[in-house]
């Protein structure tokens, strides 16, 4: 982190050449999409503002010149890349400051997250996402000093990329069922890790695993714990780099593991609750995942009410077609909506309430308004829209994720019918 940002996260805010009191002194950015300016939001001040459009710069320069030469390798350059955002302040906004986060709360992160929708693609939010607010969460929360000092520490200066070991062949959603095991190295204090873990977004590139394996007997919510586990170690082989849909700029990865040897030590919080710990981490990854499409479906309704005021059909624009405004106007009211959502879920966990409902409603929302707005921006983009030399074609393939990454929708639906009372005994 530079030296000036890590100061002002210390001492407090400064002032800003319009006289704000920010952490970020910058010009500040222009009054970003939406109904009304960020810093009018109930959960957003000028110093959010700020932070944004520093990294907004950041995006401009060093990433969007780059998105399409990324996707057609089908690969980014993490460790590159990374280090520029973590010498910005950029992966550490919540954790602590002796490890070299910022120490603010949450709504820092959520904000940060918005502005990740600026990127032209999907892949790259999306892998710095699992860095930030999946694979290290647990660690910040529940971690010992040992092991933030030699896996949380470097990860927010962007020296280590973290990856997130959950699924496995035969267990996506269903994450008690996961097979892999860590278990006690007969004569010493070692853990023995055998299994392997799919999906790993950035597994070709990552330096340690936040893994999560069977460490006992007992019940299937209380014998497992989330380990880091450092991803040079013999017995860890990438097997394959995935072929996906979309998000091509994002390698994902099957790990292998065979007779991985780790130090017990590196058991994050209490063995036996792995499973808790995971759970409470997926509700920070699926407000992630909801405020990272706001921008995104936001850019693409507003490119394809330029795009359709410009196209000619029997005589007169495509837009002024009633069918067409009226459907847009209605996909902008539904982000706007999930907007609100995400504001008060946020909102609330700052006040230390459970929110595992409201972010389950709007995981649900947020995969199914992805879908819509890609979808019917696509339909008004005609022969066009189905090439890849327009913006709708890659979010149409890169958000699909979003229904069945981070629990499908249907386990969201279940969630919230547990919770509503209504799920068959």
């Not at 210390?10 to 910058?26: D, E, F, H, I, P």
Request: proline share 4%; net charge negative.
């Amino acid at each position: 982190m530079a030296c000036w940002l890590a100061q002002l996260a210390v001492q407090g805010a400064a002032t800003c050449a319009r006289g704000l009191n920010c952490r970020w002194v910058s010009t500040c950015a222009p009054a970003l999409a939406g109904i009304v300016p960020a810093q009018e939001e109930a959960i957003f001040s000028p110093e959010h503002v700020e932070m944004r459009g520093a990294l907004r710069r950041l995006i401009d320069k060093e990433i969007n010149p780059y998105v399409d030469e990324w996707e057609e390798a089908q690969i980014f350059p993490a460790h590159k890349l990374f280090k520029k955002l973590g010498d910005g302040g950029f992966l550490g906004v919540t954790r602590e400051v002796q490890y070299g986060g910022l120490g603010l709360d949450y709504s820092y992160s959520i904000a940060l997250t918005e502005e990740l929708g600026s990127i032209n693609n999907g892949g790259v939010p999306m892998a710095i996402g699992v860095h930030t607010d999946m694979a290290v969460p647990a660690l910040s929360w529940f971690g010992s000093d040992q092991l933030k000092r030699e896996f949380l520490a470097p990860s927010i200066a962007g020296d280590k990329i973290a990856c997130l070991g959950v699924s496995e062949v035969g267990s996506g959603s269903d994450v008690a069922s996961i097979k892999t095991t860590a278990l006690p190295k007969k004569g010493s204090d070692d853990l023995v890790i055998n299994g392997g873990k799919m999906w790993t977004t950035t597994g070709t590139q990552a330096d340690w695993m936040c893994l999560l394996a069977i460490t006992g007997e007992g019940p299937a919510h209380r014998n497992k714990s989330l380990i880091c586990m450092p991803m040079d170690l013999p017995g860890v082989s990438v097997a394959r780099k995935i072929s996906k849909l979309g998000n091509h700029s994002s390698d994902t990865a099957q790990i292998f593991l065979e007779d991985v040897v780790v130090p017990a030590s590196n058991v994050i919080g209490e063995k036996g609750m792995g499973f808790v710990y995971q759970m409470k981490q997926f509700q920070e990854e699926r407000m992630w995942a909801i405020a990272s499409v706001l921008l995104p479906m936001e850019h693409l309704i507003s490119e394809t009410v330029d795009y359709t005021r410009e196209r000619k059909a029997f005589g007169r624009s495509i837009l002024d077609n009633q069918v067409v405004h009226y459907r847009l106007a209605e996909l902008e009211t539904e982000v706007e909506l999930l907007r609100s959502l995400l504001y008060r879920a946020v909102g609330l966990y700052l006040q230390g309430h459970d929110v595992t409902k409201l972010v389950s409603m709007g995981k649900l929302k947020a995969g199914r308004a992805v879908r819509e707005v890609t979808d019917s921006c696509m339909q008004y983009w005609g022969g066009m829209g189905y090439t890849s030399e327009v913006s709708v074609s890659r979010m149409y393939r890169d958000l699909r994720l979003l229904s069945i990454g981070a629990g499908a929708d249907e386990v969201m639906l279940s969630i919230i019918c547990k919770l509503s009372g209504t799920l068959p005994k």
